[in-house]
């Protein structure tokens, strides 16, 4: 179950509404894969929605670093590295296998996705949050 939380907003918005974003897109493949019917081929919607998730993180990841070089914060190349295995790992997907099994591969990723995301955000974003708030950043 995707669920946004207030405990996940850092108190950065547009850094908020980036992670909000992020959900909503995994929020569309939950449900492309709750309201599937045995034997439907969801798999050209469902790589349109990893694809749309995979540009989306880019661009976040990207959003995020630029204000690590520019506010030069000391953490940044320990928070680029979790960014990095994350791009890698989803380009990394084997989207062909989805064939096999789409609702359960399906799942598989979405879970997998969910969890980085939720544990990125309030393990390794929320400390840069003072850094961030001090200068102003909004
Ligand atoms: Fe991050």
Do not use: P
Not at 17 to 46: C, F, P, V, W
Not at 107 to 120: C, G, Q
Request: net charge negative.
């Amino acid at each position: 179950m995707i669920k946004w939380d207030e405990k996940y907003e850092i108190g950065i918005q547009s850094i908020d509404n980036q992670h909000k974003e992020l959900i909503r897109i995994a929020e569309d493949l939950s449900e492309l894969l709750t309201n599937a019917i045995e034997g439907d081929d969801i798999y050209d919607e469902m790589v349109r929605i990893i694809g749309e998730l995979s540009d989306y993180t880019v661009y976040h990841f990207k959003f995020e670093e630029n204000l690590f070089e520019l506010l030069n914060y000391e953490f940044k190349e320990a928070h680029k590295k979790e960014h990095d295995k994350l791009i890698s790992e989803i380009n990394a997907l084997d989207l062909r296998a989805v064939d096999e099994d789409q609702v359960a591969y399906g799942k598989k990723i979405l879970n997998f996705l969910i969890t980085w995301v939720f544990k990125h955000i309030s393990g390794t974003d929320f400390k840069y949050r003072d850094l961030f708030l001090s200068k102003g950043i909004k």
